[in-house]
């Protein structure tokens, strides 16, 4: 008979794959070529990426009788560092997450940051969604890019949302596609509504241009 341990050989390999999928997951999106910034590749990628995330987080949850899926945040944050990274190193610029902005305690430790020649020139905060904090978002994001100004003057700060579901949105900033961006309206990756035209709202691409446009101004 086999042990546990023996039993649940095949489990741990698949917890393992990532770590070791995700540097040939490089190699293949690299020998794609640099993005067409005026297309959408680069957001489909990412919401692909995100379904599969909670279709795996589904089936936990199934098989565990579990009521709450592990948080996305985290996996949010890794799978736009990977495009970014993708799209911007061709740029000589480096992709970082959770670096902070100065090597100081207690510095701003953006989730994504831009660097030019050690240099952070542009930092992106990632929500999966605001409805938690629907109220204070943007108090909370004013206070951050503050922060970020104060040890990084030429830095500008951008929030990505994955969904506005649960959330009345960016209203009337004039900031919104500019430093504000929102992939999909109101529905979550894992709903077949996320190929709906009308569910998209802004493409990852747009941030990508937004951020090498302040990178040469």
């Known amino acids: 008979m086999p042990t546990f341990s023996e039993a649940d050989s095949d489990y741990r390999r698949a917890i393992e794959a990532p770590g070791r999928e995700l540097q040939a997951a490089f190699t293949a999106a ?5 993005p067409d910034l005026a297309r959408d590749e680069l957001t489909e990628a990412v919401l692909l990426r995100l379904k599969s995330f909670f279709a795996a987080q589904d089936a936990v949850k199934a098989s565990l009788n579990k009521v709450y899926a592990a948080p996305a945040a985290d996996f949010f ?17 480096k ?3 959770e670096k902070n902005a100065v090597k100081r ?15 952070l020139i542009a930092a992106v905060e990632c929500k999966t969604q605001l409805g938690w904090n629907r109220n204070d ?3 909370a994001f004013e206070q951050r890019e503050k922060r970020l100004q104060t ?15 649960n959330w009345p949105g960016f209203g009337n900033d004039s900031r919104v596609g500019k430093q504000f ?11 077949a509504a996320m190929h709906d035209a009308e569910q998209r709202v802004h493409r990852l691409e747009e941030l990508v241009a937004e951020v090498l446009r302040h990178t040469e101004a």
């Open 181 to 191: 961006f929102l992939l999909l309206q109101d529905c979550w990756p894992r709903d």
């Open 151 to 165: 040890d990084c003057p030429n830095a500008k700060l951008f929030l990505l949302v994955m969904t506005g579901s």
């Open 77 to 93: 944050v890794e799978t736009v560092t990977f495009f970014l990274q993708v799209a911007l190193e061709q740029h000589d610029l």
């Open 105 to 119: 305690t207690g510095s701003l430790r953006p989730d994504i940051s831009v660097w030019k020649n050690d240099c």
């Open 137 to 139: 978002w943007l108090e």
């Open 30 to 34: 690299r020998a794609v070529g640099p």
């Open 95 to 97: 992709v970082a997450s």
